[in-house]
C-alpha cells in the first residue's frame, strides 16, 4: 500500500467536489480528488445536464408541432428517439471531460476509486488494481445523494426506473407513471408527454412542484394537463409491483381513501433523494449523521476534526450550486479563511420544462402562514408573460412574475417566475435580493426594452399599483 499525502483529499467529484478541490487548489492546498466514476458527479452525468439536453429536444419538437402557426408546415415529422438520448449522453461526456481538464488545469490529482475514511488523517481507495492509502490534513465528504424510493418498493431499474434510467432508455415508452411532481418528476412528464409518451403523474401534496407558489405551480399544472398529462394530487402511492412486464401502482385519494391501481410501461420513481453516507468509513472516525445525512456546522465542519462534508450528502436543498457554494466555502474555511455564511434564504430553484419554474426566497403561501405571526407584512406584484411584447413576439405569453415584497420597507421575500426563460432571469432577482433591492429600485432600473425581463421591472411596479402595461 503505497501513500501519499495530501493537505485536502476530496471524496466525490460532483459539482460540490469538483468545485471544493479547484477552491482549495487555487487557495495553495494540495488536493485530491476521488470518485469512482467520472468526474462531474450526478450533476453532469446524470442529471441537470443531461437532461437539459432532452429537455431542449422537447422544447424543438414542441415548437415544430405548433410551426403550422408561425408559417412552418412540417410534414412527416421524425423522431430518433435512440439519436435524442445519445445527444445527451455526448453533451454529458464533453461537460464531464471538461472537469477532467480542469483538474489537470489546476494541478490537483484526481484518483479514480472508491473511498473509504479508515482514520482521521487518512483515506483508503480501493481500485480495479488494488488499495491505496492516503494522508490528508483535511477531508471533505462530497459523497452526493442517490433517489429513494417508497418503503416496500423495489426498484428494479426496468420497470420501476429513477431518472437514471428515464435519460438513458432504448425507446420512449407507451405509457409513463411518475411517483412525486417535484422537479425530476415534472421535467420529466413533460420530457415524455411531448414526445408522445402518455404520462400519468401521482403526487401526495395537493399541488404540483409543492415547494413553489401555488399561483405558479398551477400555470404548470394546466400546461401539462393541456398536453394530456392526467395528474392527480393529494394521492399516496402505497405499493408498486410488477406485472406482465408492466409497473401497477397502487394509490389511495387521501389516507381514507379507497386504492386504486395504475398501470405503466414504466414507473418513475421520483419521491426525493437521500445522502450517499453508507460504506464510508463515517461511524468508524465518529462522525455524527442524522436520518441518512451528515451533520455539519456553519462552516461545514462536521463534529470529527479535519473532516468536512458538502453538497446532498449534507441533507437539503439537494441542489447542484448548492453544493458548489457549499464546496468552496469549506475550502476557502480549511485554507484558513472566513467566507460569508451561505444565504439559504436567496438559493434559487429552477425546474425546465416549459414553461420553466424558477424561483427565490419564500413563498406567499409560506408568509402566510409564517409571516404573519411574526407579523411581517407583504404586498406583491405581478406580471403576466401575454402583456410582454417580447414574450408574445416569442410565442412565450404563458405565465407571469410575481414578487413579493415586505410591505413596510419594500424588500424582496420571495420571488417567483413562471414562463419560457424563468431559469435564466431568476438571477437578476436573487442579485437584487442580495443587495437588499426595494421595488422601487427594481422599478427604476431601467430595462431593456423589448425583453422577457422587463416583466420583473412591471412587477415591482405592479406591487406599488405603478406597472404600465397592465
Ligand atoms: P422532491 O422532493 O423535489 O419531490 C418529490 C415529490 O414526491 C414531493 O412533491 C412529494 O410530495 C412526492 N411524494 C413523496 N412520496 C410520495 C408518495 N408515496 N406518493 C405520491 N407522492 C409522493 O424530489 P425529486 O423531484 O425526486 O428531486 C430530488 C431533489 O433534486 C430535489 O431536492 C430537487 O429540488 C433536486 N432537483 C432539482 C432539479 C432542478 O433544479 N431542476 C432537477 C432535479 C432534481
Redo the contacts with the bound molecule.
Keep these: 500500500m503505497a501513500s501519499a499525502s495530501f493537505d485536502v483529499i476530496v471524496i466525490g467529484g460532483g459539482p460540490g467536489g469538483y468545485v471544493a478541490a479547484i477552491r482549495a487548489s487555487q487557495l495553495g492546498l494540495k488536493t485530491a480528488v476521488v470518485d469512482r466514476d467520472r468526474l462531474g458527479g450526478i450533476c453532469l452525468n446524470w ?2 445536464i443531461p ?1 437539459k439536453a432532452l429537455l431542449k429536444n422537447a422544447e424543438l419538437i414542441d415548437h415544430i408541432n405548433h410551426g403550422a402557426e408561425w408559417g412552418i408546415s412540417v410534414d412527416n415529422l421524425k423522431l430518433d428517439f435512440k439519436k435524442i438520448i445519445g445527444r445527451s449522453r455526448r453533451v454529458s461526456d464533453k461537460m464531464s471531460s471538461g472537469i477532467d481538464f480542469l483538474m489537470k488545469k489546476n494541478k490537483i490529482v484526481s484518483i479514480s476509486g472508491t473511498a473509504k475514511i479508515v482514520g482521521r488523517n487518512k483515506v483508503r481507495v480501493e481500485a480495479r488494481d488494488g488499495k491505496k492509502d492516503y494522508e490528508a490534513k483535511n477531508i471533505v465528504v462530497a459523497t452526493g ?1 442517490r ?1 429513494r424510493s ?1 418503503p416496500g418498493v423495489e426498484i428494479d431499474h426496468a420497470s420501476v426506473i429513477t ?1 437514471k434510467e428515464a435519460m438513458n432508455l432504448d425507446a420512449a415508452p407507451k405509457s409513463l407513471v411518475v ?9 420529466f412528464a413533460y420530457f415524455y408527454a411531448v414526445l408522445g409518451t402518455k404520462v400519468t403523474v ?4 395537493d399541488t ?4 413553489e407558489d401555488r399561483e405558479i405551480s398551477a400555470v404548470v399544472q394546466k400546461s401539462l394537463k393541456h398536453r394530456g398529462v392526467d395528474i392527480r394530487t393529494g ?4 405499493g408498486v409491483k410488477k406485472s406482465k412486464g408492466e409497473a401497477e401502482i397502487t ?1 389511495k385519494k387521501g389516507k381514507d381513501g379507497k386504492p386504486e391501481t395504475i398501470r405503466g410501461e414504466k414507473c418513475l420513481m ?4 437521500q445522502g450517499n453516507v453508507e460504506n464510508l468509513g463515517l461511524e468508524d472516525v465518529g462522525v455524527a449523521i442524522d436520518r441518512n445525512h451528515i451533520k455539519v456546522d456553519k462552516d461545514y465542519r462536521t463534529n470529527v476534526p479535519g473532516i468536512y462534508a458538502i453538497g ?1 450528502v449534507i441533507g ?5 450550486h448548492v453544493a458548489s457554494a457549499e464546496g468552496e466555502h469549506a475550502a476557502e474555511v480549511i485554507a484558513g479563511g472566513k467566507p460569508h455564511a451561505i444565504d439559504y434564504s436567496n438559493i434559487p ?4 420544462c416549459q414553461p420553466q419554474v424558477a424561483s427565490v426566497g419564500l413563498t406567499e403561501d409560506k408568509l402566510k402562514a409564517d409571516g404573519k405571526k411574526e407579523g411581517q407584512d407583504y404586498k406583491v406584484g405581478r406580471f403576466p408573460f401575454r402583456a410582454s411584447g417580447k414574450a408574445v413576439a416569442g410565442g412565450a405569453a404563458d405565465g407571469m412574475v410575481k414578487i413579493v415584497f415586505g410591505a413596510k420597507y419594500g424588500e424582496i421575500l420571495g420571488a417567483h417566475i413562471v414562463g419560457s426563460e424563468a ?1 435564466e432571469m431568476i438571477a437578476e432577482l436573487g442579485l437584487a435580493k442580495s443587495l437588499e433591492a426595494t421595488a422601487e429600485d427594481i422599478r427604476h432600473t431601467v430595462h431593456a426594452h423589448p425583453t422577457l425581463s422587463e416583466a420583473m421591472m412591471e412587477a415591482a411596479g405592479a406591487a406599488d399599483g405603478l406597472a404600465i402595461h397592465i
Excluded: M
Excluded at 401521482?202 to 401534496?205: G, K, M, P, S
Design positions: 442529471g441537470c437532461t445523494a433517489p417508497i431518472s411517483i412525486g411532481a417535484g422537479a425530476i418528476g415534472i421535467e401521482l403526487e401526495a401534496q404540483i412542484l409543492p415547494v394521492v399516496f402511492v402505497e394509490f421520483a419521491v426525493g433523494v446532498d437539503p436543498p439537494w441542489l447542484a430553484g429552477c425546474t425546465y431559469a
